[in-house]
């Protein structure tokens, strides 16, 4: 199974902070790496496929990068409805497998 | 509205069974692969089982297999997860969520694009 590993785990920032999460794979996944954002209580809600591609609807300072083993998620300017746990998901071979998530809070 | 609605999630004694059931709406289910995530009590996601659009291909995680079984039923546009012999570390939130592919040059993309809100499966005695 391929391991997905975010770091960090929990992160403290402000409103209008740069904020970057990233994601590692066990082995090489090219670019077939999705992001999800969970607010409390609710399902999760897909932010990105393909490592980069946004979903529709999704505001654009959220930005993606890397293939094979390093991704990175990216919030170029924090906003209030910005705080969750985001996770990564690899979607390379069965069994799909997630990162461990990344809480973003509030400093 | 294109919504999944989960239901049949409950308190259940260890070994027990449960059906779970995700009933879709506004779009064509039959075209779409599905999936059953998980989620226990504070922790993070889980892929547990994976169905074909037509119902002939199935997956599940290790953790899961021969106890829980995954089906589909088009033509009420329902996605089902049979569940035997549970668990107390089988209790979580249980999604349905659709899985999108996106073809490019070599290949598709796959993704989770719909979630339903999930139903709670307890585990104890």
């Not at chain 1, 990216?74 to 906003?79: A, D, E, V, Y």
């Not at chain 2, 989620?39 to 089982?49: D, F, I, M, R, T």
């Not at chain 2, 994976?50 to 953790?63: E, F, L, N, Q, R």
Request: proline fraction near 3%; charged fraction near 15%.
């Amino acid at each position: 199974d391929i391991q997905m590993t975010q770091s960090p785990s929990s992160l403290s920032a402000s409103v209008g902070d740069r904020v970057t999460i990233t994601c590692r794979a066990s082995q090489s996944i090219s670019r077939y790496l999705n992001w999800y954002q969970q607010k409390p209580g609710k399902a999760p809600n897909l932010l990105m496929y393909a490592a980069s591609t946004l979903e529709s609807g999704v505001p654009s300072r959220f930005s993606g990068s890397g293939s094979g083993t390093d991704f990175t998620l990216t919030i170029s300017s924090l906003q209030p409805e910005d705080f969750a746990t985001y996770y990564c998901q690899q979607s390379y071979s069965t069994p799909w497998t997630f990162g461990q998530g990344t809480k973003v809070e509030i400093k | 509205e294109v919504q999944l609605v989960e239901s049949g999630g409950g308190l259940v004694q260890p070994g027990g069974s449960l059906r779970l059931s995700c009933e879709a709406s506004d779009f064509t289910f039959s075209t779409y692969e599905m999936n059953w995530v998980r989620q226990a009590p504070g922790k993070g996601l889980e892929w547990v089982s994976y169905i074909s659009s037509s119902g002939s291909t199935m997956y599940s995680a290790d953790s899961v297999k021969g106890r829980f079984t995954i089906s589909r039923d088009n033509a009420k546009n329902s996605l089902y997860l049979q569940m035997n012999s549970l668990r107390a570390e089988d209790t979580a939130i249980y999604y349905c969520a659709r899985e999108k592919e996106t073809a490019h040059d070599s290949g598709s993309w796959w993704y989770f694009d719909l979630w339903g809100r999930g139903t709670l499966v307890t585990v104890s005695s």
